[in-house]
């Protein structure tokens, strides 16, 4: 495949991205009353860089771990001052193409289940819209501060437990030589035959398809709440439904482009996306999503298992110091003003360390395994590539 074709789908994606964001200002009533009344931060060059850094950093993470990078990227946007909302809605946008060219990169290593992630993105689709409707409600009932807690609040518990089980399940599985058996629970959903049953050949299973749409709602549900559907829907490809880490992590990018490009469409009808968080952030993870991608090439599948464990417990870590700044803003908790800036300034911090850390890790991994295995990991990726042209 040339990279020519690679990188058209991709421009072709961003400049639709535009005219999305564009779409409120040609708009009238209820969605240039959203747009206007929305909290954009004044883009600083600090700001720039941080953000186009967060978006490279992001991207290594996405195409590595399957992961959109939004439980990295929309903790790192509301570090700085961006509303929970706006996060949420301008890391949807930057999703899709980001997703696409991180499809195409690894369907070119064969690792992409193209069937599965288009099944499974069709039930994301309907969950990112419900979400949508869960986000509008909070906003309009407790404001800016009540999105900016539910958010944080959400990441604090679903990375805990989320992270948790699958840092867990990298360490008990790193001795393992071999490809990894399926988890229990997805043999035994296996063996339920409800019509209509579904074959996936890249993921080497079949299974009904109504065991698959739970996992895509909730995919898609926590993708428009949050704008992290990613460690959802890997984990559930993974423990659910009984794809490996290396094919789930792949087809989670076709999930992240459908529900992506949904997403991004109702949030800019309503004003809501932030277009230079978005290009910044795009720029950054459209380079890092490559490395990221060939990356999986080199090491073995647990590592990626233990590269989004690790960030997900730090970056909870993070969120869990940002929360009492949006209770005292409702006035559920008292906590010293002076205290505040503090508390944020650690969140930032332990944030930083969670975005290096994902970065070393993945680098470091691949030195290491190239230095070791150079020329049979050279031949790998050619064959791969030579096989696809």
């Not at 929305?38 to 590595?64: D, H, P, R």
């Amino acid at each position: 495949m040339s990279r020519s074709k690679i990188i058209t789908p991709a421009l072709l994606a961003i400049v639709l991205l535009l005219l999305l964001s564009a779409g409120p200002a040609l708009a009238t009533g209820e969605a240039v009353a959203a747009f206007k009344g929305n909290k954009f931060i004044e883009l600083s060059v600090f700001n720039a860089v941080f953000l186009f850094i967060v978006g490279f950093i992001g991207g290594m993470v996405s195409g590595f771990i399957g992961s959109g990078g939004a439980f990295v990227l929309t903790p790192a946007m509301m570090s700085i001052g961006v509303p929970g909302l706006v996060a949420v809605a301008s890391n949807m946008c930057h999703k899709f193409p980001k997703a696409l060219v991180g499809a195409i990169k690894r369907h070119k290593y064969g690792q992409v289940d193209l069937k599965l992630g288009l099944t499974l993105g069709i039930s994301a689709s309907i969950g990112v819209e419900i979400g949508i409707k869960i986000q509008k409600y909070i906003q309009h009932m407790w404001g800016e501060a009540g999105s900016n807690l539910y958010v944080s609040f959400a990441f604090l518990v679903i990375l805990i437990t989320v992270g948790g089980y699958v840092f867990y399940d990298a360490w008990k599985s790193k001795n393992h030589t071999g490809p990894a058996a399926p988890p229990r629970l997805a043999l035994a959903l296996q063996k339920i035959n409800i019509p209509p049953m579904m074959t996936f050949k890249t993921a080497g299973l079949r299974i009904s398809m109504w065991i698959t749409i739970p996992v895509g709602l909730a995919t898609g549900l926590l993708a428009a709440t949050i704008a992290v559907g990613g460690f959802i829907g890997v984990p559930g490809m993974m423990y659910v439904i009984g794809a490996s880490s290396l094919v789930a992590s792949a087809s989670e990018l076709v999930i992240a482009f459908v529900m992506g490009f949904v997403g991004s469409t109702e949030w800019a009808l309503v004003g809501n996306i932030d277009i230079r968080l978005v290009l910044l952030i795009l720029a950054g993870s459209l380079a890092g999503v490559q490395i990221g991608a060939l990356g999986t090439t080199y090491v073995k599948e647990h590592l990626i298992k233990v590269v989004m464990g690790s960030i997900m417990l730090i970056v909870a870590f993070s969120r869990g110091f940002a929360i009492p700044k949006y209770t005292n803003q409702l006035g559920l908790t008292h906590v010293a003003k002076g205290l505040i800036p503090v508390l944020n300034t650690i969140s930032f911090y332990i944030m930083a360390f969670a975005l290096i850390l994902g970065a070393a890790i993945i680098l470091g991994s691949m030195i290491k395994a190239m230095r070791h295995k150079p020329a049979e990991a050279y031949e790998k990726v050619s064959s791969l590539e030579k096989a696809v042209n």
